[in-house]
Every structure is written in C-alpha cells, then in structure tokens.
C-alpha cells in the first residue's frame, strides 16, 4: 500500500497544458481526490462523463461554471455536483483557482 498522507509540498503539479495542471490528492478505487488549478481564463471545456460522478468544490480562486445547462459564478467554499452524463464546464476567473476534483468511481487514465 502507498502512503496513506498527501503532502502538498512534496508533491509536483502535473501540467495538463492551457494553463491547467493537477495533483492527485488520493485515491481507492471507489474514490479519487484531484486538486486542479488554473491560470486566469483557462477553460475546463464543457464535457460529461459516462462513469464518474464528480464533486468539485472551490479551494481559491472563482469560477464561472455551468452544469446541465445552469451558469453560476462560484467561490471559495462553494461546489458542484456533476452526476455521471451532466455536461459541465468551467472558466476560471482569477489567477491561481483551484478546485478540489471528487470522481467515483476513481478516474483510471488520471493514474
């Protein structure tokens, strides 16, 4: 078994390229934690999943979100739910945003 402690500062970010990069926080293979940032105006392209349901909840930073067709502007503490095949997208509206990422079941082409 690997560590069960995600030490942010030892942790690299993984560059994802359009001002995106992520950390895997921890995973099992019911659950995955990833933490997501991104530079001001990156955009998480609109997309659904066909096997996940997801949680992303705002670290820093703010949001403009859209989730099966609603907009909102989201902050630090807020979230949203995308059950498994709910389009969503974000746009990140200030440098340094960062999301807390929850899948379930685990994303297995994050590994």
Known sequence: MSSPYFLNDAEPWTELGDGIRRKIVGHTPELMSVLVQ???GAIG???AHDAHDQIAFVISGAFSCEVGGVKRVLKP???F???RLTSHGVVALEPGSTLLDQFSPRREDYL
């Open 38 to 40: 991104f530079d001001q």
């Open 45 to 47: 392209t609109p997309h």
């Open 81 to 83: 739910v995308a059950p």
């Open 77 to 79: 503490g807020d979230a």
